[in-house]
């Protein structure tokens, strides 16, 4: 299936400080390094173990103050739309942030680099950083596909010599060679995407990891099954309140099962004695273990994908982004509810979620292997042009048949104006020889 692609030079653009989605793109940079390829990482982690061709460049791994957990949870209690603004003002914060940083400025300003593949994320409105693409090669691949206005942010950060040439960043995101989406319709709805939009959901079900004896003994005799709770890498447990945190220690005290919670804070006080809290655990582990009977998640969508594969039932506590969408779908679905805990018994959830599974697990190769098949294959052909849709071309106009449509409704006004005018003309006419068929009647 793979054809031989020599080494090429590739930029990888991860500096927000999301461990989740760092983690989940491993695989790919490592396979990239493994097959000759030399890669250059922009991310605040450090890689565990030492790759071959594999140069990270590092950045300050923190987040302002005013867009950590508690501010996301204040934002997660107002209404949609203030939350949609509330995420684009952190969000343009957050890439200004990024790119005010030194090692990032130090790239932009290095008149040797040369990179023939730049990958970048556009979450968090990450589009700015597309703007590598241009100053180094004309090829992009994004991991996920918003069109935000950062042109402003852009010509700020992107100031050196020749950045007068650099095009509009609606352009530059036009010039995309492939985006690759975390996402599979198995774990969503239908959806038309072009020829180079590729799904590569579910990188982030690894093998299993080799978990602490004490864990493995602690789920090993649970004789009433486990119940496995998390907000992902994000949001952190100790974000919650007091009174929250007490809440759940005393139902989950309560509870027949033992509970796994990942808590970033150790500092609890009175902990039920089936209850073991940790600042990290082995999540894919915890999942596939035989024991594991439920999956208190954030929604993340990593998290509802690896409870999917392993066929556990979840509940969901969305908070923010996708989370409510993830949830939503977990619901309909039929293998999970949101905020709940005393409905998820029925035997209806395990058996939808043992059903998700089959579906989500058959595929004619694996994700990671598809993944780099794409990106190699952009590589090959140059951009891989042939794949991007004309509509990239079109103008706004035309896209959305405005200049079809608009015609249409003018003949179709002009016509509904002639009409209406024939009417009154008739009316005004019948009215005319009543008014005279009287006269004449008068004057008799």
């Known amino acids: 299936m793979f054809g031989a692609c020599l080494g090429a030079d590739i930029l990888v653009m991860l500096p927000l400080p999301l461990y989740s989605h760092t983690n989940t793109y491993m695989p790919i940079i490592k396979e990239l390094a493994a097959r000759g390829h030399n890669v250059t990482m922009v991310t605040p982690f450090k890689s565990k173990d030492i790759v071959p061709n594999l140069k990270i460049i590092p950045v300050k ?57 730049v990958i970048t994320e556009t979450f968090f409105m990450q589009e700015a950083l597309v703007a590598f693409g241009h100053k180094i090669f004309e090829l992009s691949s994004g991991l996920y596909y918003y069109l935000p206005q950062q042109e402003s942010i852009m010509r700020r950060y992107f100031n050196y010599t020749g950045s007068e040439n650099l095009p509009p960043l609606l352009e530059q995101l036009k010039n995309t060679s492939i985006t690759l989406v975390d996402s599979h319709f198995s774990m969503g709805y239908p959806r038309p995407y072009h020829s180079n939009i590729i ?9 299993l990891e080799d978990g ?19 907000l992902g890498s994000y949001l952190k447990s100790q974000d919650l309140d007091s009174i929250t945190i007490g809440t759940l220690l005393t139902v989950f005290g309560k509870l027949k099962q033992r509970v796994l919670w990942k808590l970033d804070s150790e500092n609890v006080l009175e902990l039920p004695s089936n209850v073991k809290i940790a600042q990290w655990f082995p999540q894919t582990s915890v999942l596939a273990h035989p ?130 005018k024939f009417c009154n003309c008739c009316l005004k006419s019948c009215r005319s020889s009543r008014t005279n068929a009287n006269k004449k009647m008068k004057t008799q």
């Not at 209404?79 to 969000?91: A, H």
Request: proline share 4%.
């Open 291 to 420: 024991k594991c009977l439920l999956f208190i998640t954030h929604g993340g969508i990593h998290s509802i994908f690896e409870a999917a594969y392993n066929k556990i039932p979840v509940i969901s506590l969305p908070v923010l982004a996708d989370q409510s969408y993830n949830a939503k779908f977990a619901e309909e679905s039929g293998f999970g509810i949101t905020l709940n805990i005393n409905q998820v018994t029925e035997d209806r959830y395990k058996e939808n979620a043992v059903r998700l599974s089959m579906i989500t697990r058959d595929r004619p190769i694996t994700v990671l292997k598809n993944t780099i098949y794409w990106i190699e294959y952009v590589i090959n052909h140059k951009g891989a042009k042939h794949l991007k849709p004309r509509t990239l071309q079109i103008s706004f106009c035309r896209y959305l048949l405005l200049d079809v449509f608009v015609p249409i409704l003018v003949i179709a006004l002009i016509a509904i104006y002639i009409f209406i």
């Open 212 to 230: 602490e004896k004490d864990l493995q003994n602690f789920m090993d005799s649970a004789d009433q099954g486990v119940i496995y709770f998390s």
């Open 199 to 207: 799904e590569i959901g579910g990188l982030s079900v690894k093998n």
């Open 61 to 117: 791994n923190d987040l302002p103050d005013d867009i950590k957990g508690p501010a996301i949870m204040d934002i997660s209690k107002m209404g949609v739309w203030m939350q949609l603004m509330g995420f684009w003002y952190y969000s343009l914060k957050v890439i200004s942030n990024v790119l005010e940083e030194e090692p990032i400025q130090a790239l932009i300003h290095d008149r040797g680099s040369h990179f023939d593949l």
